[in-house]
């Protein structure tokens, strides 16, 4: 009874907070900031609520909105990571390309100052350097592009998956809280009819009372 008496208030205060998921979140992506968040509330509440009830459910309910919520901020950061290490990679690439460009106008003032031999060597090794230089930028510049590409995909699979969870763990919740609210209704109807049949009762003991006080 007590509990029940605890549960009812609970299931009010987060009746407005569903609905706002229910009808917010679907417009959202689903790791925008504002959807993370309204998650984060209601499962810290219904893991709260839960342990207060003692009922494994809600606490269920609570711990795997967390963990969905968890999930998709991991992942969103790591498809931001996966983004910053393709820019530090094309900020390489374009260094490398930068230090050549200096190389080659260097080796040309010197060309033209009458070193013609020692600069044509000069600028093989500088070629063969360029040549070693660029190789090395393309080679890191395509390991850290499939590095990222493999964790953008790992993200998006994670996503997938945990998107799909908790649609279905969503659903669940909501039959869930329905259950609970027409058992509510039921009890508060019950009640309602005890209390009716004992003012009927009493209306009953009381004429009999008046009845043999007349005779």
Do not use: F
């Amino acid at each position: 009874m007590i509990r029940t008496l605890i549960a009812l208030p609970y299931q009010v205060a987060r009746l407005p907070l569903v609905v706002v998921d229910a009808n917010v979140s679907p417009r959202l992506a689903d790791d925008a900031p504002v959807r993370l968040g309204l998650d984060r509330v209601i499962g810290t509440a219904d893991k709260i609520a839960g342990s207060i009830l003692r009922n494994d459910d809600i606490v269920a309910r609570g711990a795997d909105r967390l963990d969905r919520s968890e999930k998709l901020a991991t992942a969103a950061r790591l498809e931001q990571d996966a983004a910053v290490r393709r820019e530090e990679a094309r900020a390489t690439a374009r260094s490398g390309s930068r230090a050549a460009t200096r190389k080659r106008t260097a080796a040309q003032r010197r060309a033209a100052s009458g070193l013609e031999e020692a600069d044509v060597a000069e600028a093989r090794k500088k070629q063969q350097a360029k040549a070693r230089a660029t190789k090395t930028a393309a080679t890191k510049k395509a390991a850290a592009n499939q590095k990222a590409s493999s964790r953008a995909t790992v993200a998006e699979q994670r996503k997938r998956a945990a998107t799909s969870a908790a649609e279905a763990k969503k659903r669940t919740a909501q039959a869930e809280a329905k259950s609970e609210l027409d058992q509510a209704r039921e009890t508060k109807k019950a009640a309602a009819e005890a209390r009716a049949d004992a003012a009927r009762l009493r209306d009953l003991a009381d004429a009999k009372k008046q009845q043999r006080k007349n005779s």
